[in-house]
């Protein structure tokens, strides 16, 4: 699951718009598909330590 940082909506990777359209190479950043904010690709170090720390969620 991507949080938008912008308006807090929770959505799929997939539900997500992916690529920014601008940048003309396959763009890693997801689109809220609500407010179309531009949510930066999510380094995996933080899905890690989303799962050591996201036990009590
Ligand atoms: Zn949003």
Redesign the pocket.
Same mark, same amino acid.
């Given at each position: 699951m991507i949080r @938008?940082g *912008?308006?807090g909506?929770e959505f799929a990777e997939e539900e997500g718009i992916k690529g920014c359209g601008k940048c003309g190479k396959p763009c890693r950043s997801v689109r @809220?598909p609500? @407010?179309f *904010?531009e949510n930066p690709p999510e380094p995996a170090v933080v899905k890690k330590l989303k799962k050591v720390f996201g036990k009590n969620s």
């Open positions: @938008c *912008y308006c909506h @809220c609500r @407010c *904010y």
